[in-house]
């Protein structure tokens, strides 16, 4: 099928990848927004790692894996087109948000923002924090696919610290007007928080364009790495002037002196790192980003768009009536069919080699740039004989 855009989603230019990923050879995945399929040259930096480990230990350390981690934060920064000094890594996506929730002062400003369809990782930060002063607001979706950035301004006010949401909701892969939360936060002195880990690898990310003061996604999903690293972007100026009251070495300036009398931050936003990295996870992710670097987001936004439309058009001639945005330019990878019992039918999809995801009340779908077509006509052929839609 050629789409409007010209696109032919069933021989679309990407499609030469898929022969990198082995999952294909046995079954059809369609769960990229849970974890991005392995593919070869992830492999190949793996065992990299593994030959390096195996063949000089810990002297590795010192130019070799040091350099990784340099390549690392420079990759994951021109991913969203922002500066390196502007990059810490972390192990999870909670240890990024954990750093800067203990960063910021709540005395005269007690208030965080959140909305009910962020991962609730970004509301328990400060849920923890609430016997200590720390109020947090959550700010209601109307129709549980996206939340009007009017009805977020609306609740941010000068006792407001942060504005903390996502730019892609899990929950029904709407994509969130990003800049247009910053300018409301900063409008009333607050800050902004983004969550990109449903976005990073498969939307167009611009960090210094948006406006918005901390950003963090990794490799977990779309960008292909896997779990175990993630990168916390941090506005340059704002970097350099907060001080994070959690600590671990790697934040520390000059951390090879050992010293346990003094506490030196680095002063980028490698102040926001804690501890030792995961190697194994940072080469996943180098491997990964070949990918990414090689095709090139708005690539990957072409084509996975064409497919999410496709989906979305043969669901509804199914009978299925998808939970996402009205309008095509608001709609991500992740396209939600509602079911009775969504766990019940993923189970039937696995049982037909297909392998999707489940969330409250919906069977979970989410093409990339390695599927096609052919993919999701088999899902749904196959879910209508299980579900009653």
């Known amino acids: 099928m050629t789409l409007a855009s010209g696109l032919d989603v069933g021989a679309h230019p990407l499609a030469r990848y898929r022969n990198e990923f082995p999952i294909f050879r046995d079954q059809i995945y369609l769960n990229t927004c849970s974890l991005g399929a392995l593919g070869d040259r992830t492999r190949r930096r793996l065992e990299e790692f593994l030959d390096l480990w195996q ?28 500066g390196p000094d502007e990059i810490a890594l972390a192990p999870s ?40 002063g720390v109020e947090l607001t959550v700010v209601e979706s109307p129709d549980r696919i996206s939340v009007p950035v009017e009805a ?24 969130q007007d990003i800049q247009a939360v910053a300018a409301a936060a900063h409008a009333k002195g607050a800050l902004c928080l983004i969550d990109a880990y449903q976005s990073v690898g498969q939307v167009p990310v611009d960090a210094g364009a948006s406006g ?17 690293v993630v990168f916390l972007y941090v506005r340059a100026e704002l970097a350099r002037r907060l001080a ?20 030196s931050w680095h002063d980028d936003a490698r102040r926001f790192e804690l501890g030792t990295p995961s190697l194994a996870a940072v080469y996943a992710q180098l491997g990964g980003l070949d ?32 939970h996402v945005a009205s309008r095509a330019d ?10 009775a019992d969504p766990a019940a039918a993923v189970r039937h999809l696995a049982t037909g080699g297909i392998i999707g995801d489940a969330r409250p009340g919906h069977i979970r779908l989410s093409p990339f740039f390695y599927n096609v077509q052919d993919d999701y006509v088999a899902a749904l052929e196959r879910l209508a004989t299980h579900v009653d839609h």
């Open 55 to 82: 063949a000089r230990g810990a002297s590795a350390w010192y130019d070799v894996w040091w350099a990784a981690l340099g390549e690392l934060r420079e990759r994951y920064a021109r991913t969203i087109r922002a």
């Open 93 to 132: 996506i909670s240890v990024a948000i954990s750093a800067v929730a203990e960063a910021l002062d709540y005395r005269s400003r007690p208030r965080v923002v959140v909305t009910s369809l962020d991962f609730p990782t970004v509301a328990y930060q400060w849920l923890a924090k609430r016997a200590r």
């Open 152 to 175: 977020i301004a609306r609740v941010v006010d000068e006792r407001t610290a942060l504005v903390a949401t996502s730019h892609v909701y899990f929950t029904s892969g709407a994509i």
């Open 212 to 228: 918005v003061d901390f950003l963090t996604a990794g490799g977990l999903k779309w960008l292909l790495g896997g779990p175990g």
């Open 244 to 263: 994070p009251t959690i600590a671990g070495w790697f934040g520390h300036r000059d951390q090879f002196a050992f010293d346990p009398r003094t506490l």
């Open 291 to 322: 990918y990414i670097d090689e095709i090139g987001i708005p690539a990957i936004r072409r084509v996975t768009a064409a497919l999410t439309e496709d989906l979305i058009d043969k669901a509804r001639d199914r009978g299925f009536r998808p």
């Open 330 to 339: 608001e709609r991500s990878a992740i396209v939600m069919l509602p079911a």
